[in-house]
């Protein structure tokens, strides 16, 4: 199955490791660090040009792909029911 994670972005959920709410991963340092390492290898997608409310983190093909979504976490975690 797929989910829409905001815009035109879709992703196979068997590719989701997981959906985090952006305001709490911002406070971490090293998950801050963790976002301009992806964002460096251009391994960081912005679904829109909205501010940012989750961090969707996926692997595609054994690489790790963080999208930007300006959908709550939880609206994209209740779509499909996921729990995380």
Avoid at 19 to 25: A, E, M, S
Avoid at 55 to 64: I, N, P, Q, S
């Amino acid at each position: 199955m797929y989910l829409h994670i905001g815009n035109d972005f879709v992703l196979n959920e068997q590719d989701i490791i997981g959906v985090f709410d952006f305001d709490h991963i911002s406070e971490s340092p090293s998950t801050m660090e963790y976002l301009k390492l992806l964002e460096a290898d251009d391994r960081l997608i912005p679904v829109s040009d909205e501010i940012p409310k989750s961090f969707v983190l996926a692997v595609k093909d054994g690489v790790e792909i963080g999208y930007l979504s300006p959908l709550a976490s939880r609206t994209i975690q209740n779509r499909k029911g996921l729990m995380f």
